[in-house]
């Protein structure tokens, strides 16, 4: 935005300040009555108190969490669901498979209407639609209605990621989108660890019907929530700029850029490798390494927090060198790590040889997560919506279809490190010549101030 210099009139009246307003719009109110055409602020978002940037990033961020936890929240079920639908596992892994595609498909839908009508009416209604779809499941008497219900949950909770990262596209810009996509990204890559461990804890004191009664709780926390706190950041002036108006010109916009196509790729890959880790981990450490709940929940904590770590301090380094350039570093330990994961069981390296190697992977993932969806929507600010729909249906998408070949690959043998960092490794490498064949970083504009 080029700030033009005023020239004083005679006569002319000075205009009063617009005064700012304590409303949960305060940081779109402080521009007036037309924040799309205001001159005041380069982004809306730097008016916000720093008060209330701390409840968007709390609740944006549990609104990201959402769709998460729906997918991974009831995979310790899984061998009970066999049993009380007398099933085989395969039946039952497809619930998971419909879900992730109802969670892709929700995103498509969302992101580009929400760019259409704005971002509040669609975040409620597919929040609502999550509610009453969990109720479904919980309620289901047979799999083929779990199955509808799973991914009726897919869909509405395909809102809450798409939509905060638009409202935070909406909001901010440059570096300061930096800092609070990487809240986002800390959930997006905490979450799918931590949910599997909540939902063992759940299943101690809960039939597994009521971790669906406790995703429809969450669900309805999250639309009162939106309802009351989350603003309308998409006015109508800026829906209706030139480029901006269809859906098929969004798309053409988000999809004729070079440097998102290959952020897509660098993205899915990274969480395919991280899909991988998660549907395999726990028979390679259970049944190889004989560890017992409690130890394998401990080691997806101390895998937590290599996330946390990465995504941390990759806000700070891609702030001041830029995310393209993080990405180069991020992707070439993904790819050692597996590497090195692969060699050390291979040589008999025993627990030690998979569990360093699995941690500065996980680390890695985290200076990813969030460079990835900067460089996605810092260039798509008039179809953020859309490109986060893109973003997202596209990293579930292929991580869903990706993270089954660890299974297949060990066929009957049992998953060994091997098997599963090989799957990893694939991914890495991928994404790795994603990001040096089609994003090219030289070719990347730093980030502005």
């Known amino acids: 935005m080029t700030a033009t210099a005023s020239v004083p009139v005679q006569n002319e009246k000075p205009v009063a300040p617009t005064p700012k307003a304590s409303t949960a719009t305060g940081a ?47 995979l310790p079920a899984f061998p009970v669901l066999e049993r009380d639908f007398q099933t085989t596992a395969g039946a039952i892994q497809l619930t998971l498979t419909g879900t992730m595609i109802g969670f892709a498909l929700g995103q498509l839908i969302v992101g580009p209407l929400s ?17 009453a779809a969990s109720v479904a499941a919980a309620l289901a008497p047979t799999l083929d209605l779990l199955m509808a219900a799973r991914v009726g949950m897919g869909m509405g909770a395909a ?36 949910a599997p461990l909540i939902g063992s804890a759940l299943l101690t004191v809960m039939p597994w019907r009521g971790i669906f009664v406790v995703l429809s709780i969450y669900g309805a926390v999250m639309l009162v929530c939106a309802l009351i706190f989350v603003p309308e950041t998409l006015p109508k002036a800026r829906r209706q700029e030139r480029g901006s108006t269809t859906v098929l010109q969004r798309y053409k916009s988000v999809l004729s850029d070079r440097v998102f196509l290959g952020v897509l790729i660098v993205g899915s890959m990274t969480f395919s490798g991280l899909f991988s880790y998660l549907s395999a981990s726990s028979f390679l450490f259970q049944e190889t390494y004989g560890f017992d709940p409690q130890q394998y929940g ?12 990465g995504v941390q301090s990759a806000s700070r380094l891609a702030a001041r060198f830029g995310p393209q350039w993080v990405l180069a570093y991020s992707t070439s330990v993904l790819v050692l790590s597996s ?15 998979a569990i360093i190697p699995l941690f500065f992977f996980m680390t890695a993932c985290g200076f990813t997560f969030p460079c990835v969806q900067v460089l996605a929507l810092d260039r798509h600010g008039k179809a953020a919506g859309t490109a986060a729909s893109i973003l997202g249906a596209v990293n ?17 043998a049992g998953i060994t490190a ?32």
């Open 339 to 353: 590497t090195v994961l692969i060699v050390a069981d291979q040589l008999g390296l025993g627990l030690w040889g």
């Open 28 to 74: 779109i109110r402080v521009l007036g009555a037309n924040p799309a055409t205001a001159p005041i602020m380069l982004h809306p978002g730097d008016a916000i108190p720093n008060r209330r940037r701390v409840l968007y990033i709390v609740l944006l961020g549990a609104l990201t969490a959402l769709g998460p936890f729906t997918i991974d929240l009831y």
């Open 298 to 309: 401990l080691l997806f904590a101390v895998n937590s927090l290599g996330v946390v770590l």
């Open 418 to 449: 091997t098997t599963m960092a090989s799957v990893m490794a694939g991914s890495a490498v991928i994404g790795a010549l994603g990001l040096w064949l089609v994003v090219r970083p030289r070719t990347v504009a730093m980030l502005r101030p």
């Open 159 to 194: 809102a809450g990621g798409v939509v905060a990262m638009a409202i935070v596209r909406d909001l901010f810009g440059g570096r300061r989108l930096v800092v609070m996509l990487s809240r986002l990204a800390l959930v997006t890559g905490v979450a799918p660890v931590a």
């Open 115 to 131: 760019d259409k009508v704005g971002r509040r009416v669609p975040l409620l209604a597919a929040t609502a639609l999550h509610v």
């Open 396 to 412: 579930f998408g292929v991580a869903g279809l990706v993270s089954p070949l660890v299974g297949l690959i060990a066929h009957d």
